[in-house]
């Protein structure tokens, strides 16, 4: 029988505004998402350059088409097709297949309403956008951002342990456990600073009043097609970004994490000596 | 134990999910929540008129940059017993009648326009379903056609009646509006020409709106009469638009 004598004690880790943004956040994005996934159903169809009918084909097409054995969705990506059928192109609800690129189980609103969707998608974008200022003056003013979220040099040096440690799913425990781990200071810091700012700036870049605040700046992008391309994919990495924050959240100790984004307070165990 | 307590615990995350998307449609049919989702597009309005002129300028492409062929969206032969009589005489009898709130009301025939001061821009078309497709427009400037018919000061926007009708019956013709500003904004044109080519049917011959800055919806086809106007609430579903009427919105910036 093994002693249970780790010492453990509860840690005031993240403060009311970051917990109150935090959350706020899970609910823009999501519904970001969602709606944003609805407004790509009105045109499934992805592409490079300044418009959509140059003479080459589209990156990534969705669709549907009848097979021999019945309808079936296609996804076309870079002149390789893929049978999606149930996922993508065409899917099932209410008991009968439906030809919708994406399914109506991850879009809002759930039946195909592109008005109803942007709307949804440019209210929620406020909210982001309104959130993430308030994030980073916060950040700025209370030091959040230097002291919590900037790695310091000599972490540098520790990314290979880290990197060993995050495969090996070892969390840090002690002193370690109340800071950001290097890994989670460079992830928190691409997200903040690089797919944010890219997936608003390439919502910009989608508007044609927006566009002529300086007309051809949406070309250092690739054209206004590429903005939109662009765009898509940051929301894929924002997606994949959160499996792994959740991954991470889950290994790591689901429900003291949870409380320490609900309540600040963070179990934080002493190592076994 | 383990295994079950997952089970449910996957059943109860998925039941929670179609429940929030359930409640997500059922707070989009609600008659308040649709306003408040409003405010992001109000803001979005007021934000563009902000840090945009005017008066700014689309953005002009070059003849590379032609989509080999200008894909046609909605109407594309507008069921109209008039407009196929008239598209069968190749619109010799047609005309763009200028009235509402001017103090010269006019009918302008093809062969007139044609004959007017000329503009041709190459600019992108953006739908607001998401596509962009570019051509080569040729047409006589919205501004000169103002000139002639010397609109009132009480004007505040241009109404666009088009041939098409949006519904089977073959009512709801399809309608569009600008405001004064944009009517005489210089890429806002009349165009006959597409790629140096008469205006084809399935683009909106004889006649369509350019209004460069916006959504593919505001550019009208088919004209047929541009009325002044001081409201547009008495046209339609008093929106300024087909579309509009739909829930797109007026000002068509994103």
């Known amino acids: ?273 | 134990m383990k295994r079950f307590d997952r089970r449910r615990a996957l059943q109860a995350l998925g039941g929670a999910g179609a429940l929030l998307l359930a409640g997500c449609d059922r707070l989009t049919d609600t008659s308040w929540f649709p306003k408040v989702l409003q405010l992001g597009e109000r803001t979005n309005r007021a934000v563009q008129r902000l840090v945009t002129s005017r008066r700014s300028m689309a953005q002009e492409f070059t003849e590379a940059d032609l989509s080999p062929e200008f894909r046609s969206n909605g109407t594309s032969l507008p069921d109209n017993p008039e407009y196929k009589a008239l598209a069968r005489a190749g619109f010799v009898d047609w005309r763009l009648t200028v009235d509402g709130l001017v103090h010269d009301p006019q009918a302008f025939s093809l062969d007139r326009l044609r004959a007017m001061k000329s503009r041709t821009q190459i600019t992108r078309h953006d739908c607001v379903e998401g596509w962009s497709a570019i051509g080569k427009w040729t047409g006589v400037p919205l501004s000169e056609v103002l000139a002639i018919v010397q609109p009132r000061e009480s004007a505040r926007f241009a109404v666009f009646h088009c041939a098409d009708p949006m519904s089977d019956d073959g009512k709801d013709l399809y309608y569009e509006s600008i405001d004064m500003e944009d009517a005489y904004h210089p890429q806002t044109i009349l165009a006959y020409g597409l790629n140096g080519q008469a205006l084809p049917i399935r683009n909106g011959a004889p006649l369509r709106l350019r209004v460069e800055r916006q959504l593919g919806y505001k550019h009208a086809k088919y004209l047929l009469r541009i009325e002044l106007v001081e409201s547009f609430a008495h046209i339609a579903g008093g929106r300024g638009g087909y579309w509009e009427d739909n829930g797109y919105q007026w000002y068509a910036g994103i």
């Open chain 1, 1 to 273: 029988m093994r002693i249970q004598d780790t010492h453990s004690y509860l840690y005031y880790r993240h403060t009311l505004p970051v917990r109150v943004m935090h959350w706020i956040n899970v609910v823009a994005l999501t519904a970001l998402l969602m709606s944003g996934l609805q407004i790509f159903n009105a045109h499934p169809a992805l592409y490079w350059g300044k418009s959509s009918y140059s003479g080459k084909p589209p990156l990534l097409q969705i669709g549907a088409r009848d097979d021999q054995a019945g309808p079936m969705g296609v996804t076309r990506v870079f002149g390789h097709e893929f049978n999606t059928t149930g996922v993508l192109g065409l899917s099932e609800s209410d008991g009968r297949l439906q030809a919708l690129a994406f399914p109506r189980w991850i879009t809002i609103p759930g039946y195909y309403s592109l008005a109803a969707a942007r709307s949804w998608h440019f209210f929620f974008a406020w909210v982001f956008v309104l959130n993430g200022i308030a994030y980073l003056s916060y950040s700025i003013y209370s030091r959040h951002l230097t002291r919590d979220l900037l790695p310091a040099r000599p972490e540098l040096m520790g990314i290979g342990a880290s990197i060993k440690d995050h495969l090996l799913l070892r969390h840090p425990t002690g002193d370690a456990s109340k800071r950001y781990n290097v890994l989670q200071k460079f992830a928190y810091v691409a997200v903040i600073f690089i797919l944010l700012p890219l997936v608003i700036l390439m919502g910009w870049a989608m508007s044609p009043w927006l566009d002529s605040v300086v007309p051809g700046w949406v070309d250092f992008f690739g054209g206004r097609q590429a903005a939109r391309t662009l765009h898509f994919m940051v929301a894929w990495l924002l997606v994949a970004f959160v499996l792994i924050h959740v991954f991470e959240v889950i290994v790591s100790g689901f429900w003291n994490h949870i409380r320490s984004m609900i309540t600040g307070q963070y179990r934080v165990k002493e190592p076994v000596r």
